[in-house]
């Protein structure tokens, strides 16, 4: 850790820092220079969160070296992790497509839609049963009657499950009906829901915040793993921005980031990502280009009637043009569909 | 509603989304155009939420005209609503200065800061009891002990009281002992915590979200008051931007744009909003000037030692200075103190 | 356009405002809602420009239902555009990978990187001259000295060169010894030298923007179109997010609807995109797959020694593996190096 | 400067650095810690800027500790500087209020709204006769006539002007026309302006750029005052965020930071600031408040008709609403009108 003074301290406010970090353990380091004094503090940074440096009204600036997370870190940890999903997994040499409406509608609608997805290569199933919706007047989900559908369509189809929690109260019913719990954009700084889903011991998919830095991302990531559970698919599905024509802006530098930081699965939400059915595919293909472990995507066999993002939703022929699409440029990252 | 189709969509294409207008008593408008056919809905557009047109894959874009909210529209309810806030309340004449430390952390600490800002004049006590953090490792609140405190603190002093809730089933027992329920930034999308807070009938501090629009921010007040619950303040405390050298930017347009748009009282956090001692008091005087109804800040008699957050707190003499500079800001906005 | 009223505004207002649209030949139109009126006008609205319809005190909010640009614009032109560069070009079936250092340094650095870029399968030579900095203090450029030997290089080895223009009254002289001006991002809301280079006949790279949304970014190229020069070459080069983790945030969602709403080509820079070598190879893997006909990445034989933005530019090791690994993901896109 | 290497440095690693820090007689310092070597080196660490340390492929971070600019600092400059603007000046004492129509249009406008705000308070006038406008087929000033009229205006009242240069050719032909040069925030970045209004000797008005970070606004000062023209009054007039309800965010916290890092005055433009002309006063308002040294806001006799930004423009009853708003929170912040 880097410690610089404001221009008006004495060596004597120095010290005293100095004392509180040798205190802990760690070596003290003391740079007096020409329009500032400098310290710094050797060994393992993270003991001095408590000490609250960064507080003291003669501190103009710390500069931490070390990351707070240290479990999901690849520097630690360097073999890449695979979540189980169902009897497959994320991570692996298979680049894995994860399809599904929005939202779980009804019996009929699920079941044909998955039966599609299916038949064209999806290792999983998506669908939202619990929808946190901005406006309170917009469709919710079927709540459980939605979850049921999932695992019926499960048991026939032999197609994993993923589905948005998000209540920590709900987990260990949800727990029981899909496959992967997933954390939605909106609950990526909701720690309590992060807790609960690292207590359930199931696979999680967690989704990065709107407005989440990586190093946020992976923090939120690091509560579950600390909880004991580390089958975590981390999720980019597209940061808020200036840029209005497309939903979000899909950051696939941060993918590429993450992959060289952690190790665990990384995968990609074209559809929040752009919000837009025509740019789905191109950002799919880029997905298995930038080196991602898979996608999440919109489907629907009749998006005029989604009850919730149809807009983004790819149609039956649009679908299997993804996989048709993505078939090389998959081959091309060295992996399987 | 105004509905744009895409360059090739037909007269026919735009008759089927007429009739689905149509049939919902809204009347249909067909306005073919040099290069676009144009679309309308006149009537309470609304009701259109579930029929999805931007879902058509022959749209191209939709443009809203009403905004989704209502309850807490000014332009239904015009009066300004005043929030009670113990035996007190915030929106009327009066400025609210509610003040205390970012984390309970003792008895000592929390009772010789309460007792100091009811000196200089605030009217009511912020502390948190349970602290949403970033990282799992650091300093997570006293909790249930924190609230007891909080308590005490209101008990001995009669400073109502604000603190943090970030869990639906905490809210049962978090109303017994604080006057005032907050929602922090980094749940104002957590909507089954706002439906909780909106049926406990408990006065609501909403904190906007780090990269909430004003729009999303008057949805989440719209949830708490469609569970029945109009006593809801709305607390600008900074957005997430670019600049880095402030931890957040401190959006005072937003601040006036909800003064005219919303008939709830709106507050503002100058001590996360700046995230920098030094600049927490210039943004008072600005909120004040720019119309707010309070501020809500951050202080602590001995900031070296927060357990949190610390680098903002202003100290006694820091928040003597803050209720004198503020004071001739206050009158100047025909308020008092 | 669609014009949205006040909600105090009158039938009389409305007809005001109509009157306007009918003298400019356009039709007007009347919408009576519920909560609003709203106006339109149907025909080329861009002829309404000039009427300010925004500025007046009862209108509350303008929604174009036309883009302004339409020289740039696929709809008037749907034939891809080839832009030349020297004797190939970018936008056809080749995709175009241009590279070199960030700024010419000396005759050695530059002719011994242009070889090892040429003999690696670049097809165009870039290197700054003029180099817009931050900083007063940091290095500017060789100036007209860089540009000879830009020349010198293509002379010699038959590659041709892109170099930042940073002023109009520098345009007529560069175009004598460079192949391709580029405007840097930080220019690009330069009107002034957007007319220059629009004047100057030839091939243009046009940078995105630090904060540029798309619309803004195809309106900047309209300008060049504008003064007759329709040999314009989009780069997208990240934009500017809250992410700090990478220099800038890639935006390939802009790659893919860049290429469906203009006929230019679209090339993308991964190195100012990123900011990180590290990520400049999977970046360009995912611009190939997005879409994207090429990119321009920064090389420089020794980094270490680089007088700007080394951090960025690859070494001969990373240049050839950048080469081998784009390979299958070019010819995934159906497109040859 | 803190230097931080890759995991896998070596001391060897370390040396080298260490080695060319030392060559440039800064004190180098090695610090091997538990995950990582840092390294420093003290003394003015600007005469390192040309060994470009972060372009090492061993070097993971650099933080600097000093910030690049040094004459705008107020760190070295303590005393506040006023800039003048014809007979009066800004950044004394007295709250500066300049005002005029965003675009000049004709004699007979400009006269009367300039005598209009001078009636009512204002020191200057502003009033574009080059507009850099995001479209080319909007209208873009009336050029040299325009400038003609400002002159004609500040001889008749006596109100000195101030007017947007975007090209730094046109720099002396306007210094004979104007009393104050504006630098639009499209144009901050543009080096090459900054240099040639810095060469010019006349006072500048620097608008921030859209998505200028408050480094890079001081830093484009510094270009400015490093040509020997210390005339330089900063202009925050919003930044380009997410939200879209305003048409920029408006950053005081910038303005209160920079009067603290800078001795150069800071004024606010609230009419871009916000883009909406009712939120113009209370944003004025709290300009006053947070301890700018004026506003330069858009004024117009018949904005329904005004051929640019009529939409924020102050009507002349709202300008005067605007003066007598003001007074009482100038008198607060300890200044005169």
């Known amino acids: 850790m ?3 003074l404001k221009p008006h301290a004495t060596e004597a406010d120095a010290q005293a820092i100095l004392a509180r970090i040798e205190a802990k ?9 020409v329009e500032r004094i400098v310290l710094g503090a050797i060994g393992d940074e993270r003991v001095l969160a408590d000490l609250n440096i960064e507080a003291d009204p003669i501190v103009e600036e710390v500069k931490p ?5 240290k479990l999901v870190s690849r520097e630690l940890h360097p073999h890449d992790t695979q979540v189980p999903l169902g009897n497959t ?22 079941l ?19 929808k946190p919706r901005t406006s309170p007047y917009a469709f919710q989900g079927l709540g459980l009657e939605g979850l049921k559908l999932l695992k019926e369509a499960n048991d026939q189809l032999g197609l994993p ?4 929690v998000i209540s920590p109260e709900d987990v260990p019913m949800m727990a029981q009906y899909v496959d992967m719990l997933q954390i939605g954009a909106r609950n990526m700084y909701n720690y309590r829901l992060l807790e609960a889903v690292g207590q359930s011991g199931k696979p999680v998919m967690l989704k990065r915040g709107l407005s989440a830095t990586i190093e946020e991302f992976l923090l939120a990531a690091e509560y579950i793993v600390a909880q004991g559970n580390p089958q975590v698919v981390l999720c980019e599905r597209g940061i808020r921005t200036f840029e209005t024509a497309t939903r979000n802006t899909l950051d696939l530098n941060a993918v590429a980031l993450l992959k060289q930081k952690t190790h665990l699965p990384v995968v990609v939400d074209p559809s929040h990502g752009t919000g837009i059915r025509e740019l789905v595919i191109p ?14 995507v919109e489907a629907h066999l009749n998006p005029k009637e989604a009850l919730s993002d149809g807009h983004q939703a790819l149609t039956e022929d649009l679908f299997e043009q993804l996989m048709r699409e993505l078939a090389p440029f998959v081959a091309a990252a060295g992996r399987t569909l």
Chains 1, 2, 3, 4 share one sequence.
């Open 161 to 164: 499950t993923v589905s948005e």
């Open 89 to 110: 997994q994320i991570g692996g040499e298979r680049f894995a497509v994860i399809a599904g409406p929005c939202s779980v509608e009804s019996r009929e609608q699920l």
């Open 65 to 69: 070296i070390l990351s707070k997370h």
């Open 25 to 33: 353990n760690l070596k003290p380091l003391y740079m007096p220079g």
């Open 2 to 4: 880097i410690i610089v």
């Open 283 to 296: 950002l799919s293909r880029a997905a298995a280009a930038v080196g991602a472990d898979g996608i999440i």
């Open 112 to 130: 044909a839609v998955a039966e599609m997805v299916k038949a064209k290569g999806a290792i999983g199933l998506r669908g939202g049963a619990f």
